[in-house]
């Protein structure tokens, strides 16, 4: 079955520190993954998606097929990256997206 | 653009009564998604909407949840009859055809006690 696994539910770090936040995946096809993100009282949006292959608010995540991982990356945390990060995998032949449990990131002044 | 919108924002019940939440997609979405967020976990698919056509229903517990979706442009969802384990946040989605970015509405929070 697929599956998407965020093994930390909080992550605590300081302004300026690098954070990176950790996504696996079970599928055995070929997946599309992203990353939604949900800051305090606004809705779940999309941050990026392995195809795109572009850097959004200063975040990056490579697919790594050989270890089924997609973890986001940020050299140099600010404050407004505190939010709930999900991350979600859709199988290629139908549009419905499996998320993770998702990932608390609070950035410490 | 107000994006996919969702009524209500909030909404407290007893248990056994029944329920109903309604989602307006961005205009021109042809598919429309309903989900659910428990407490600590991530949004769950309970049915994907394709028009008016739900092509994927099977984690909808259909004993006591219904959907339809008038005419392929604002749905709803109804719990009849609730439970206290339906608590949770139920979100609607929308997006162009399927293999396109899904926009999320607000939610609405169901607190059943």
């Known amino acids: 079955a697929q599956r998407v696994t965020q093994p930390e539910k909080l992550l605590s770090v300081f302004k300026g520190a690098p954070v990176e936040l950790k996504c696996n995946y079970s599928?055995?096809?070929?997946?599309?993954l992203f990353w939604y993100v949900q800051y305090s009282r606004q809705r779940l949006q999309l941050l990026l998606r392995?195809?795109s292959r572009e850097s959004i608010k200063g975040f990056t995540a490579d697919l790594n097929k050989g270890e089924t991982s997609f973890h986001l990356k940020k050299p140099f945390a600010q404050e407004e990256d505190s939010a709930m990060y999900y991350c979600?995998?859709?199988?290629?032949?139908?549009?419905?997206?499996?998320f993770g449990k998702g990932t608390k990131l609070s950035v410490k002044p | 653009e107000a994006g996919v919108v969702q009524s209500p924002r909030y909404k407290i019940i007893e248990k056994k009564q029944p329920v109903a939440f309604w989602c307006n997609p961005i205009?021109?979405?042809?598919?429309l998604y309903w989900y659910r967020q428990n407490l600590g976990q991530g949004p769950e698919l309970l049915i994907r909407?394709?028009?008016?056509?739900?092509?994927?229903d099977s984690q909808l517990p259909k004993d006591r949840f219904s959907a339809e979706r008038l005419k392929g442009v604002d749905s709803t969802l109804k719990i009849q009859p609730a439970e206290l384990g339906d608590s949770a946040v139920y979100l609607c989605?929308?997006?162009?055809?399927?293999?396109?970015?899904?926009?999320f509405g607000q939610g609405t929070r169901l607190t059943v006690v």
């Open positions: 989605a929308s997006s162009q055809p399927v293999n396109t970015e899904a926009f």
């Open positions: 599928y055995s096809g070929s997946p599309e």
């Open positions: 392995h195809i």
């Open positions: 979600a995998l859709r199988k290629t032949e139908q549009g419905n997206l499996i």
């Open positions: 205009s021109g979405h042809n598919t």
């Open positions: 909407y394709e028009n008016e056509e739900a092509v994927d």
